[in-house]
Nanobody, 128 residues
Framework: QVQLVESGGGLVQAGGSLRLSCAASGRTFSSYAMGWFRQAPGKEREFVAAISRSGANTYYANSVKNRFTISRDNAKNTVYLQMNSLKPEDTAVYYC?????????????????????WGQGTQVTVSS
């Protein structure tokens, strides 16, 4: 069982920055592919960013490319999402997710239903 706890959300003005963190329990964090998703009110949950087990490979949704950066520290069992140049349309609950079933260290996972474990979410609100 993996427990994920997100933090770092809050209220920020458009153009500002936030860094989200997701701390994972367990001793095998480096064996999980990780991802960030978000869900805005009245909308479906959508993919934001993903990172491979090794951290060498990342992938982003077009809507956040060049503004958001996903990273991980396997020694600290933590994955991060640095969000810059925030826009009101980035307002959502952000969730981190873990996929323990990826066999290679370099694969990224972008499909929501491949993730087995989810955090409780952290609210990000961007004011205009």
């Amino acid at each position: 069982q993996v427990q994920l706890v997100e933090s770092g959300g809050g209220l920020v003005q458009a153009g500002g920055s936030l860094r989200l963190s997701c701390a994972a329990s367990g001793r095998t964090f480096s064996s999980y592919a990780m991802g960030w998703f978000r869900q805005a009110p009245g909308k479906e949950r959508e993919f934001v960013a993903a990172i491979s087990r090794s951290g060498a490979n990342t992938y982003y949704a077009n809507s956040v490319k060049n503004r958001f950066t996903i990273s991980r520290d396997n020694a600290k069992n933590t994955v991060y999402l640095q969000m810059n140049s925030l826009k009101p349309e980035d307002t959502a609950v952000y969730y981190c997710a873990a996929d323990p079933g990826v066999s290679t260290r370099f694969a990224v996972v972008t499909t929501m239903n491949q993730y087995d474990y989810w955090g409780q979410g952290t609210q990000v609100t961007v004011s205009s």
